[in-house]
């Protein structure tokens, strides 16, 4: 995954990974501007000494890994607690907009209009990355989109201070310590300098907002100049960049990322779910169709439904699982891949979501996976994440008591779960 601390809150999370600073990076001076601190906070004496003791102890670890003296030092040389990281880290608002509410932003016809201007823009080296890697390129632009909307946002904070005070007073310190490592080991490859390299409390950098570790599994120096710079105002090596990324998660050429179906009056949604997979042939003889008009095409698909069968419904292929690798949310897929379609020339969804409709809290949904474990219905646990298992209780808890069961946990469910 491009960014694993971006976590789904349920099937309908945002991404983390696009929690960027909140504005533009220049980088056409000889040192962007940087968020050392915010709302006036000063860092504790103490956790300032604390970090540079850390660091110290650091310097053997990153020596083991490649990592020369003089890389660590210029590094770390202006690097102290950075408590407005902190701030963003422990301030993440919970996710609660509904996938129609997130699309509505997601997708807007601004993003959209943006998003063809880009296609123009950037016309000529957008084909080539096409040719090269076999990935859309209005799917590499709609990433680009909600990564940074178009390389507005790539992040403000200085990425080694921001790894390092995380590494060292943050929640998951080993995650942060791994990516303190990949940074450290681009800064000795020479791709950027360290006053240049900005990004997002959490790590995530550049125009499409990879990660460092994913940044060294996957970048590209497309431009041919030796660098794999992700973080000038040239998008070229981060757009090819992300085509790279998808193309080794699996995306199949000429292949869609999935379409917007109609189903049929009175269809038991038994079938769906991203494990449920079917021919083309066996989605026609169940009445699907094209939302649109017209047949689905050949080729394995599983049906999602990710407002129950009050919504839109979506045949999902191969390359939903390629852009679910860069985020795992399934919201954020159908963004990127609405958004690709809408910058293609296509139309709206065709659906009325259901509205009224509003989005469990976390709380919420711990209760919902509570009660079915209660009611013997495993669920694998209540942390409030609506995977695959809690689904699967979700439909056998509506099909036990005579429910289309589509899976979709809503205030519906939760009311009729606390009368059961």
Known sequence: ????????????????????????????????????????????????????????????????????????????????????????????????????????TAVSEKRITNGRAMLARHAGVLNQIEATYGVDKEVVVAVWGMESSYGEKRGDLP?????????YDGRRAEFFQQQLIGALKILEHGDVAPRNMTGSWAGAMGHTQFIPTSYLAFAVDFTGDGKRDIWSEDPTDALASTAAYLA?????KGQPWGMEVTL?????????????????????????????????????????????????????????????????ADSYVIAVGHLSDRLKGGGPLR?????????????????????LTALGFDTGGADGNVGAKTIAAIKAFQQSRGLVPDGYPNAELLALLRRS
């Open 248 to 252: 080794k998660s699996g995306w199949q």
């Open 351 to 371: 659906t009325p979501w259901p509205a009224g409709d509003a989005t469990l809290r976390l709380v919420e949904r711990m209760e919902v996976q509570e009660r």
């Open 159 to 167: 990425l080694i201070e921001a790894l390092a005070t995380l590494s």
């Open 1 to 104: 995954m491009r960014f694993s601390a971006a976590l789904a809150i349920g099937a309908l999370s945002l991404s983390l990974a696009a929690c960027v600073g909140g504005g533009p990076v220049s980088q056409s001076g000889s040192s962007p501007t940087v968020i050392k601190y915010g709302r006036d906070m000063s860092p504790d004496p103490a956790k300032v000494a604390g970090l540079s003791q850390w660091v110290q102890g650091f310097r053997a670890r990153a020596n083991a890994s490649g990592i020369s003296n003089s890389t660590f030092d210029a590094a770390f040389r202006d690097v102290v607690y950075n408590p407005e990281v902190i701030r963003r880290s422990q301030n993440q608002a919970e996710f609660t907009k509904s996938l129609w509410e997130y699309l509505e």
């Open 264 to 328: 049929p009056p009175g269809f038991g949604a038994a079938v769906s779910g991203k494990s449920a997979k079917r021919a083309g042939s066996e989605w026609r003889a169940m009445g699907i169709t094209r939302a649109g008009g017209g047949a689905v095409p050949d080729g394995q698909a599983a049906l999602l439904l990710p407002s129950g069968i009050k919504g839109a419904a979506f045949l999902i292929y191969r390359n939903f699982h390629a852009i679910e690798r860069y985020n795992q």
